[in-house]
């Protein structure tokens, strides 16, 4: 999940970069409010960490210009301790949640996995990569007009390799989504991919569903 924080507090920052990346998220920061807005406009973020007094821009008109311009970005906005009136208006803004400083780092990761997953139910019901198609809605799938049937768990993990497209999707990545035991054996997505590149790739002479070793696994944006 790659991830956008805006705050100013250069230490603060970097500590949640640092915590972040550690759990796996990729990171990027900047310190002022047009930088956010520029960097967030520019560059396609799951999630957007941004906090409200911000030089330059703060955090309430970075938000709205944001969702003026049409970013279905998940935007977790940072607000001062008790401050019901910085929490009311975050979400008029446009925020899709909001938390208190000083914060829990194990809150604030837990609060960015479920803003993540309620991101990617808003997320486009129909993908179109090339000649395959995955309708999310109908839970169906084709490649060239044909029919491919495929076992829930399947359908899911292609789901969610479609939604992100030409990204590299870690297996930790892949099992938070299946709501998976965090101590599930990883080899059981291994067994998945493996299951979608008989599929939808080996019967069409293609290799969309490709492995970035060590990193985890990306569907080819152009279908292979």
Known sequence: MRVLVVEDERRLALAIKHG??????????????????????????????LD?????????????????????????MLTAKDGEWDEAEALDTGADDYLSK???FVVLVA????????????AP?????????VDSAARTCTRAGTPIALTPREFALLDQLARRAGEVVSKRDILEFWDSDPDSDPN????????????????FGRSAVQTARGAGYRLAADGG
Do not use: Q
């Not at 990027?28 to 520029?38: E, K, N, P, T, Y």
């Not at 409200?52 to 709205?64: A, D």
């Not at 996995?113 to 808003?122: D, E, N, T, V």
């Open 20 to 49: 972040l990346e550690v759990e796996g998220f990729s990171v990027d920061i900047v310190h002022d409010g047009l930088s956010g807005l520029a960097r967030a406009t520019d560059h396609a973020y799951d999630v957007i960490i």
């Open 125 to 133: 019901r129909r993908t179109v990569l090339g000649d395959l198609v």
């Open 111 to 122: 609060r960015l996995k479920a803003l993540a997953r309620r991101i990617g139910s808003r």
């Open 52 to 76: 409200i007094m911000l030089p330059g821009l703060n955090g309430y008109r970075v938000c709205s210009r944001l969702r003026a311009a049409g970013s279905d970005a998940g935007i977790l």
């Open 188 to 203: 059981t997505v291994e067994v998945h991919i493996s299951a979608l590149r008989r599929k939808i790739d080996a019967p």
């Open 102 to 104: 000083p914060f829990s």
